[in-house]
């Protein structure tokens, strides 16, 4: 074998080998770049979970004393220093998933849910008597909650990337739920 076969071979076999190399080093970035999006997407979903539960607890509290103030027909209420202690406590909770919609979400994301968040307060300070509010006004703030809910789940479905048309609710009622009022004798 001469020499010039054999250089060419050992150059064949470095390129060959860098080439290897390469095309590897590649891929498994790219592997870990999926990776590293799919546990942030993941993070991103947890943390829209977590702020959509709590916004649900505190919505359903100022809902049961808000009943007992009689701003709505709704769930059956309970007492107000019950209901206080409920929102206050689902708040905390509420401020603690919120910063975390905050810092993981996009700006659309964050401008849903603070716009929600904003809705969820006066929906509670009604409820709390913190604010004076009649069943008029806690009627157009509860569906200003819900368009602001729903505008939410838009963000959120749009920054995930899921698919096709998300639920159409029917927001022109309060509620279609029963109420759990007895009537007054």
């Known amino acids: 074998m001469d020499v010039a076969t054999q250089v060419s071979a050992f150059v064949g076999v470095v390129i060959g080998g860098t080439l290897s190399f390469v095309s590897t080093a590649v891929s498994e970035r790219a592997r870990w770049k999926r990776d590293l999006k799919r546990e942030w997407t993941q993070r991103r979903f947890d ?3 977590e702020l959509l539960h709590v916004a ?4 359903g509290a100022a809902r049961s004393l808000a009943t007992t103030r009689n701003l709505l027909d709704g769930p ?3 007492s107000v220093s019950e209901g206080i202690k409920e929102i206050a406590d689902s708040d905390r909770r509420l401020a603690l998933a919120y910063e975390t ?3 993981l979400g996009d ?3 964050a401008a849903a849910a603070h716009a929600w968040r904003a809705a969820i307060w006066q929906l509670s ?3 709390r008597g913190a604010i004076e509010a009649d069943a008029a006004e806690w009627e157009r703030t509860y569906m200003k909650y819900r368009e602001t809910r729903d505008a939410f789940h838009a ?7 899921i698919a096709g048309l998300p639920y159409q609710r029917n927001v022109t009622s309060p509620s279609s739920r029963r109420s759990n009022r007895r009537p007054t004798p």
Do not use: E, K, N, W
Request: avoid cysteine; proline fraction near 8%.
């Open 47 to 49: 943390a829209y979970r």
């Open 56 to 59: 649900h607890i505190q919505v």
């Open 76 to 78: 059956p209420p309970v």
């Open 101 to 103: 919609v905050q810092m």
């Open 107 to 109: 700006a659309d994301v």
């Open 125 to 127: 300070d009604y409820a």
């Open 155 to 161: 963000a959120v479905r749009r920054d995930l990337d």
